[in-house]
């Protein structure tokens, strides 16, 4: 099955950067790089609102949070692919978050939405998905460290990922499945996890990252898999990661014949030979078994909804998006 690489048109701010609504801020992130992140969301009830959060910091470990500033929200509709659209105007908290609910009504049709919130001061931005789902989507989820990367590494850049593991990923696109990208890892390490997940061509997901620099980053990704679950009525069919996830998937109601780990101590595993599947010889052989037996197909084919896309390869990263001249020039007498 062909699949297409999930690549945005690029975006061009209609307006100047500046001014700030304090000016405090132009001396407090002197000299501080941006380190916005917005989590991917998922939406399943035009009759609800969809919930985002996004934060908004600068310099390493968040030494400073943008507070009380304007931000423009834009919104890619999955139909209309070409031009970005301005959703709203809002102001970050005292913490530098945004909690901003999207109306049920102004998502009019299921797939993915693109996000991208630009601050109004500065023109730095962040990004994320919304995938707008039908109710009891049945999804597969996948642990980036613990069944993805072949070893763990402490920064995100340059991880190398197991052989075979898109191989596996886009079977169960193939099938018609949610697919979800689960890590411990904070969420200041998701653009370089999204650009680990595009160099190598995965199918595109949902990202769920942990979420600030926590001592309890375990239990902040429990919370939002469970909020999946129980609010979002997302169904975990199978699931993908190390011995130390079995507790989890069984919280989350995988089936132990669809919980497959990967562990070094597989053949020394003992009692929880029951609890779940080892991959013992990696995912080359893992796929021919799945090949070979007759996997349930979901009552949903979200292939249907959200095509087989990839993670794009020329995606425009979160940063400083720069408003040359002649694009200024242009967006105005568009305008006029």
Request: glycine share 6%.
């Amino acid at each position: 099955m062909a699949t297409s690489s999930h690549e945005l048109p690029p975006f061009v701010p209609s307006e100047r950067a500046g001014p700030w609504n304090r000016r405090r801020t132009a001396v407090k992130i002197r000299k501080l790089s941006s380190n916005h992140r917005a989590s991917d969301a998922v939406f399943v009830d035009s009759s609800t609102d969809a919930a985002l959060v996004v934060r908004f910091q600068y310099g390493p470990l968040d030494v400073v949070s943008l507070t009380k500033e304007k931000v423009d929200i834009h919104m890619l509709p999955p139909s209309k692919r070409l031009k970005w659209q301005l959703l709203d105007s809002t102001i970050t908290d005292r913490n530098g978050r945004l909690n901003y609910s999207i109306p049920g009504e102004k998502v009019h049709e299921k797939g993915v939405y693109a996000l991208k919130y630009l601050v109004k001061g500065d023109h730095t931005t962040a990004d994320c998905n919304m995938f707008s789902l039908p109710a009891h989507t049945e999804a597969v989820l996948f642990s980036f460290d613990g069944a993805l990367a072949a070893k763990f590494s402490i920064g995100a850049k340059d991880i190398q990922i197991r052989p075979e593991a898109v191989e596996v990923v886009r079977y169960w696109q193939e099938l018609g499945y949610f697919l979800i990208y689960a890590t411990r890892r904070p969420d200041t390490q998701k653009e370089d996890i999204l650009a680990c997940l595009a160099a190598h061509n995965f199918p595109l997901g949902m990202v769920v990252c942990s979420e600030g620099i926590t001592s309890n980053d375990s239990g902040s990704l429990r919370t939002q898999l469970l909020r999946l679950v129980k609010e979002a009525k997302i169904s975990i069919h199978a699931a993908y990661g190390s011995s130390r996830h079995i507790p989890l998937y069984q919280e989350l109601g995988v089936q132990p014949e669809l919980s497959f780990i990967h562990s070094k101590k597989a053949k020394q595993a003992g009692k929880k030979q029951d609890e779940c599947q080892f991959l013992k010889d990696g995912f080359a052989s893992h796929l021919a078994y799945l090949r070979s037996i007759p996997l349930r197909r979901p009552v949903t084919d979200i292939s249907k909804i959200l095509g087989t896309l990839s993670f794009g390869l020329s995606r425009q990263s979160a940063g400083k998006v720069k408003l040359s001249r002649a694009s200024f020039a242009s967006s105005q007498q568009a305008k006029s």
